[in-house]
């Protein structure tokens, strides 16, 4: 039996399935070899013997009793019983073979015999004709189920008949009981939704207008912080239903099934309208189709049918797609098209406040100790995530019971966090205090260097919380207005303020970081746009030494002149970049304490603003008027 389904293999994740179809294997042996494994088991012996000693053996009178059945005769010999042996021989009758001579003669010797009803061919019968059918159809489906099982990864395919009507993976919640209350910090975040929040609580009021929402929003951050959370509590908070699948689900699943899937969700949340769907992991489907690690149909089918989806909704209904990932930079650029996820909402790890809410969040049902202070885990927590700070919470209580303790203690915090982060491979984004000293003076050496020179804002948001980016700290770019021209004094400004961060790093410790390989990277590209196009050299002059090869790939220029004129272009890029490197230097060296008090106050509060940064700036430069003279070199 087994041989019929090469493709049954022995799943250990499917024990109680397995099993099942033992039994139906057990119930096939019985029934096909019952008859001799009952043989086996009586005490008599029994032997397969030819035809023609059998009839010998009627004609010598040596039968004792016999059993004629349709196809077999079995007998037992007077010669066995009287030597007390215990032997059944049997033979198989001749087909078309009258046996009234062998029966006559048996009668005459007084021998025990009888006529064996053909039962087993009733049975054989309904064995081929409806038993053997059914169990056969059990055990297709057993393994139909299976194979779903592994591609699904346990959705299942919910019997025959019903292939890709699955809905297990899909996961729904008529009222998630989640607010924006229990989502701590994210106060962007937060305003960005609310006016979804608002559209599904009243689509009509929009509508009425003839305004168009969004039809979906698309969450970027670092796993665990709290993306699921936000897109759950804009469902809480509207009082709808929350659909949710994960992008990874579709990984790995039959052709066609992913799209099926797409097709149900969007079916079952308009049915229920307005309501919230919410993709995680987007980018398992949404990954560029165009992209190098080769086409994975299955996949395209999946996003297709989902752009499809998107489009074809009407979304004055009210169904809103909330979609997560952290690797915005890989989705196929169809999704951010307008009208699709066009907008963009970062979830940002928490700083310091942000760290501390959500301490508070997850510390709300936890009975603590009259010594711990929440402030100061959140000061020894930069860099933890959401999901990292709940589940150090967790950890603590659970060693509080441990120890034996009515109540949750500092130190059980702390232990915690160590154990919490040392577990994971978040290492890298949590920062030694050298490391924080660092990147603040680093982030604050750029802002300074372009307060100073430009005499305005130069920038919106300073933060050395690391980034979903990579990056260990940034500092965030007023929205400059639109410019086409720069001065060449502007690009010098540029210039010292990309390597400002490298300056402090120098000017303060002494030391020279990988932290600048980015700054140091755009500089090098400005410098030599500087020199190679924009004539902004006066060894190199007006000529033009790179040509821009397309208008529309990227503006990617290409060196086009002698390689002694490419050698003299490379001194005067360093030359130039030489300078403003020694600027900038020069810059920090006169107005250290500044520099100081705003680093001070960055690794304080981890995040400042523009405003905040000229504060100090202003204030700075009202008790020296002197540095007005040395700032205008
Ligand atoms: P993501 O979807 O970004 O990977 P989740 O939303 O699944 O992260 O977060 C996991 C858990 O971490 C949440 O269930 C919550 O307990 C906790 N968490 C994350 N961010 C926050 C936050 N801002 N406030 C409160 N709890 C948070
Ligand atoms: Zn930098």
Not at 123 to 134: R, T
Not at 388 to 405: F, I
Not at 537 to 557: C, F, I, P, R
């Amino acid at each position: 039996m087994a041989n019929r389904n090469p493709n049954q293999k022995p799943q250990n994740d499917n024990k109680p399935k397995f099993s099942i179809i033992a039994l139906i294997l057990l119930v096939i042996v019985l029934t096909f070899f019952g008859n001799q494994i009952m043989r086996l088991f009586t005490s008599s012996r029994q032997e397969q013997v030819t035809y023609d000693r059998f009839l010998s053996a009627a004609s010598g009178d040596r039968i004792q009793s016999a059993e004629i059945g349709t196809d077999q005769i079995a007998y037992t010999l007077r010669e066995d019983v009287d030597n007390d042996r215990k032997m059944i021989y049997y033979t198989t009758r001749l087909p078309n073979v009258d046996l009234t001579g062998v029966v006559d003669t048996m009668q005459a010797n007084g021998v025990e015999f009888t006529g064996v009803q053909a039962e087993d061919d009733t049975f054989s019968f309904l064995f081929s004709w409806v038993i053997f059918p059914i169990l056969l159809f059990l055990i297709f489906s057993l393994i139909m189920r299976m194979v779903a099982n592994r591609a699904g990864g346990g959705g299942g395919l919910g019997g025959i008949g019903n292939i890709g009507k699955s809905k297990a993976k899909m996961y729904m919640e008529k009222e998630t009981g989640v607010t924006f209350r229990d989502v701590a910090g994210q106060d962007e975040a937060k305003e960005s939704l609310v006016e979804i929040i608002d559209f599904l609580h009243n689509p009509k009021k929009y509508t009425a207008i003839g305004a168009k929402l969004p039809k979906g929003a698309l969450l970027v951050g670092s796993p665990g912080t709290g993306k699921t959370l936000l897109a759950k509590a804009v469902a809480g908070e509207a009082h709808v239903p929350f659909f949710s699948i994960s992008g990874s689900d579709f990984v790995e699943m039959f052709v066609g099934v992913g799209a099926s899937r797409v097709r149900d969700l969007f079916q079952e949340a308009s049915k229920v309208a307005p309501a919230i769907i919410f993709i995680d992991e987007i980018d398992a489907i949404g990954r560029s189709r165009d992209s190098k690690f080769g086409g994975n149909d299955e996949r395209e089918q999946t996003l297709n049918q989902l752009l499809a989806e998107i489009d074809g909704f009407d979304s004055s209904k009210g169904v809103v797609i909330l979609a997560a990932t952290n690797r915005p930079e890989v989705l196929d650029k169809a999704l951010l098209r307008a009208g699709r996820f066009d907008r963009r909402i970062v979830v940002d790890r928490p700083n310091l406040e942000g760290r501390y809410q959500t301490l508070l969040v997850h510390t709300r049902n936890i009975r603590l100790a009259e010594d711990v202070d929440l402030r100061k885990l959140a000061q020894a927590t930069a860099g933890a995530v959401g999901a990292d700070l709940a589940n150090l919470v967790n950890e603590a209580a659970l060693r509080a019971v441990r120890m034996g303790r009515q109540a949750v203690n500092q130190q059980d915090l702390l232990v915690s966090f160590e154990t919490v982060i040392a577990g994971t491979e978040k290492k890298g984004t949590v920062l030694t205090d050298m490391e924080k000293r660092i990147v603040a003076y680093h982030e604050v050496g750029h802002a300074l260097v372009a307060a100073l020179r430009k005499h305005s804002q130069p920038v919106s948001k300073i933060t050395i919380v690391p980034h979903t980016s990579g990056a260990l700290g940034y500092t965030m770019q007023m929205p400059e207005e639109e410019k086409y021209l720069n001065s060449k004094e502007e690009l010098l400004i540029q210039l010292q303020t990309l390597l400002g961060g490298r300056a402090a790093e120098q000017t303060v410790f002494g030391i020279q970081t990988t932290g600048a390989a980015n700054d140091i990277q755009r500089a090098t590209e400005l410098a030599r746009r500087m020199v190679t196009q924009f004539g902004m050299s006066d060894k190199v002059g007006l000529m033009a030494l790179a040509a821009t090869q397309s208008e529309y790939l990227d503006g990617q220029a290409y060196m086009d002149c002698a390689q002694t004129t490419a050698a003299t272009a490379d001194d005067e890029v360093r030359a130039l970049l030489n300078t403003c490197y020694e600027d900038a230097k020069q810059l920090l060296r006169d107005n250290r304490s500044l520099l100081d008090e705003i680093a001070l106050y960055l690794l304080q509060k981890e995040t400042i603003t523009g405003d905040e940064l000229m504060a100090y700036v202003n204030a700075d430069s009202h008790r020296l008027p002197a540095s007005e003279t040395e700032e205008a070199q």
